[in-house]
């Protein structure tokens, strides 16, 4: 009986992960069924009702707190609202990111994206250098990487595969279906990214949430970790780093914005500053999120400060 007990707590999370795969689908079918705008409505309407009785809608509250202080407590459910709506839109928005892009030319309307900054996706192209992409967490964050892919830009996205394996494997279905290179972040990634960036090719990464091993950068006024990967890939092949962000307009219809290229801070030996690169990201990032507050993921902790390394003590 122990053995059994011993091989079930094993193998439940597993067995319980396959269980779920045709649930999963079964709700992606429905959502094709339903149409972009009405899955988008449905899944957000949702979301936005459910989310709010989760453990992660404390966290959302506190990091609104957080981020801004000056707002009374009803304007922060509010914002925490929308950003639970958002959520449920991007889910189920899954279903339909093969034909966002798509336009009838016979009808001007279903032009759902706008895309600024095209020249800049045409130098990254043709420029015959490397590049780096830094976004985050807002509006339906899938839609960069499919961008590039649109614009014949040879680009790989690092991605953090769901927990659930269910969801998972139909993310990672979907991914390759409508993007170009993926890579997913883990032990062992790091080469496979400095591969990618020594081919000349394009590393796009999502550099909003909390790195156990990072820098620590300012962010709303309070320090966190930060992934410093791009950093670093900037600083040893001096490549340009841009910046994209998406911003939802009105349903499933969406603004994609391309930067130019950072001027980021160097050191006093001429070498891009790792730490103040990762800063001027960060602030960027900010920026995006302070002017569409209710499109960013605010269920993520962010903020950590017992995770913050330690100040060293005074030598005596």
Known sequence: MLRLALVLKRHLPRLAGLAMIPLIRTLFWLARRLGTDQASRVGGRIVRTVGPFLPAHRTAM??????????????????????????????????HLHTLFDVDAADPASQRMQVSGEGHFADLRDDGKPGLIFSAHLANWELPAIC?????????????????????????????????????????????????????????????????RGVVVEFFGRPVLVNPLLGKLARHYECPVHGVRVVRRDGA????????????????????DVQGAMQAMTRVVEDWIRENPGQWLWMHRRWRPSMLPKPKAPAI
């Open 62 to 95: 506190a990091n609104l707190a957080l981020a801004f202080p000056d707002l009374d407590p009803a304007a922060r459910r509010a914002l925490a609202g929308e950003a639970w709506d958002n959520l449920g839109r991007t889910g189920a928005e899954y279903a």
């Open 148 to 212: 590039a892919a649109r614009y014949g830009l040879d680009a790989t996205a690092i991605f953090r595969p769901p927990n659930d394996a269910a969801s998972a494997r139909l993310v990672q279905e979907v991914r390759r279906e409508t993007m170009g290179g993926l890579a997913a972040a883990g032990q062992g990634a790091v080469f496979a990214m400095q591969g990618v960036v020594e081919r000349g090719g394009h590393l796009g990464q999502l550099i909003d949430q909390h790195f156990t």
């Open 253 to 272: 219809r969406f603004s994609l914005e391309l930067t130019p290229p950072l001027d980021l801070p160097r050191d006093a030996s001429g070498a891009i």
